[in-house]
């Protein structure tokens, strides 16, 4: 996992994956462990995940980035490397206000990783950089 959440929660996130690994299943105690730490984000990011909602975006270079269809039906963008999602909740509850560790879709990036249901989408450079370009079109 990156070194980029608290230790607490990166130890969560190996627990899973490792449960993830010898099962192919979780348990409640991950459930209540995950609110506890991440609060209401957590429900919401079990969700997106449950309906397969994360997508990784690779280059042949090794760029990746996270695509998130969020519930309201819209493509997020997410970086796990450095922590970021491009929804206004990241921005606002996250940045502005501290209130969170990080939105649903950023969580939901994590356990996906963690729990093996990313898909996978395999993308040229000059696609992936459209795809970074249009986000900071949609903010500007």
């Known amino acids: 996992m990156d070194s980029t959440l608290?230790?607490?929660?990166?130890?969560?996130?190996?627990?899973?994956?490792?449960a993830f690994q010898e099962t192919s299943h979780g348990t409640n105690v991950f459930f209540f462990r995950l609110k506890?730490?991440?609060g209401p984000s957590a429900v919401?990011?079990?969700?997106?995940?449950?309906?397969?909602?994360?997508?990784?975006?690779?280059s042949p270079s090794g760029r990746t980035a996270y695509q998130v269809l969020g519930s309201s039906g819209k493509l997020y963008?997410?970086?796990?490397?450095?922590?970021?999602?491009?929804c206004p909740a990241?921005?606002?509850?996250v940045l502005q206000k501290s209130e969170s560790l990080l939105c649903k879709h950023i969580l939901a990036v994590y356990l996906s990783r963690a729990m093996g249901a990313?898909?996978?989408?395999?993308v040229s450079e000059e696609q992936?950089?459209?795809?970074?370009?249009?986000?900071e079109e949609d903010e500007g």
């Open 6 to 18: 608290p230790a607490v929660a990166e130890e969560l996130l190996k627990e899973i994956k490792k």
């Open 44 to 58: 919401p990011a079990l969700d997106l995940v449950d309906q397969r909602s994360v997508t990784r975006v690779m």
């Open 36 to 38: 506890f730490i991440f």
């Open 90 to 93: 990241f921005g606002f509850t």
């Open 118 to 122: 990313c898909q996978e989408l395999s």
């Open 77 to 86: 963008t997410c970086y796990s490397s450095c922590h970021f999602c491009t």
């Open 128 to 135: 992936l950089t459209s795809i970074l370009l249009a986000e």
